[in-house]
């Protein structure tokens, strides 16, 4: 995997909206501006918003080709370091006719989101670049009052950080509590819980090693059967990381997508699981019971490795997994471990 450069204070970064374009429609453009003062104050960061990728969710959503004209412009680049996502939705796959992967494979640097974005890392992953599954504008930068500090210091260990190993370490806390996106709460704060868990084994025991592959599963039926869809060879001996989105799918449906999955052969091609907290906890014991339902009594994976309530995603706070990356994980101390910088 081609790894890009490590952010530095004063590296310019690239803002595009590769799905849903809310970020740049009047109600919600505040979140825009409190994301990108944040970028430059608290990381340094010279912030360069693409073309389109405020032109607000209708024409956004009527444009696919200009969303992607964008990322590709922000790949070719040169004084762009890193691409943030604005945020996901639910149609970025319509966007994938119009992009070049010679152009991502000639221009390595640092692309990060989540949700939806899983198309566009599968993009990065047959690429060969390393991408990084984490944090995007309107939601993690553009929190009111704060940015969660565990996700803060992800991303200043992730992707600024210089290290040869690094220990993902579980949140202590959480939250699940609303506020509504408009600008008479921007003075409001999340109100936050112990994690009563941690990190959870919930399968296997011993050590397992292998690249982090994977993304938001109610994704994965979008890319299936598609050019970007991670190919057999490309599963074998990785750990599949996969999260639950804001919509809290039912656990028939995680049910369903696992026995595709193990269909595929996926699933017996694979060294581990990471499964992230599911938002706001609901379906928490529903999603294990589905897990291990087609993991260990349909598959008879009984000694594959499983985390579960891993803090990725569309939970709060989340960190960051690049992906590509050599991981292990030591099912005895329970912990989770980068075995090799996703950066150079």
């Known amino acids: 995997m081609i790894k890009p450069k490590k952010l530095k204070r004063g590296d310019k970064i690239a803002i595009v909206s590769l799905s849903w374009g809310g970020l ?200 299936n059967g598609t050019s970007i869809w991670p190919t057999l060879d490309e599963w074998a001996n990785a750990i599949l990381f996969f999260e639950t989105s804001e919509d809290k799918p039912s656990p028939d449906f995680v049910l369903w997508t696992l026995r595709n999955l193990a269909a595929q052969g996926v699933l017996n091609a694979i060294n581990g699981m990471i499964v992230g907290k599911p938002k706001d906890e609901t379906y928490y014991e529903e999603y294990k019971k589905a897990i291990r339902q087609v993991v260990a009594e349909e598959e008879h994976l009984i000694r594959l490795p499983i985390f579960y309530n891993v803090n990725f995603g569309h939970a709060k706070p989340i960190g960051i997994l690049p992906y590509g990356i050599e991981t292990e994980l030591n099912c005895n101390e329970k912990t989770i471990r980068f075995l090799e910088s996703p950066t150079v």
């Open 24 to 223: 740049g429609d009047e109600a919600l453009i505040h979140k825009y501006y409190i994301a990108k003062e944040r970028l430059e104050r608290d990381f340094g960061l010279e912030v360069k918003c693409m073309p389109y990728a405020l032109k607000g969710s209708e024409f956004i959503a009527k444009n696919p080709q200009l969303r992607a004209r964008d990322l590709m412009d922000a790949f070719r680049d040169t004084s762009v370091s890193a691409i943030f996502c604005a945020i996901g939705g639910d149609d970025t796959i319509r966007t994938l006719p119009y992009i070049d992967l010679d152009i991502i494979r000639s221009n390595p640097k640092i692309f990060m989101g989540y949700s939806d974005t899983t198309i566009n890392h599968f993009m990065m992953h047959k690429a060969g670049l390393v991408s990084f599954y984490g944090p995007s504008v309107m939601c993690e930068f553009g929190e009111y009052v704060k940015m969660f500090d565990y996700t803060k210091k992800a991303v200043e260990d992730v992707l600024f950080g210089a290290w040869d190993e690094y220990e993902l370490l579980p949140s202590p806390e959480w939250t699940d509590d609303y506020i509504t996106w408009q600008e008479s709460n921007k003075n409001t704060s999340h109100s936050m819980k112990k994690d009563a868990y941690g990190y959870e084994v919930i399968s296997g025991n011993g050590i397992a090693k292998g690249h982090l592959l994977g993304g938001c599963i109610d994704v994965f039926m979008m890319a």
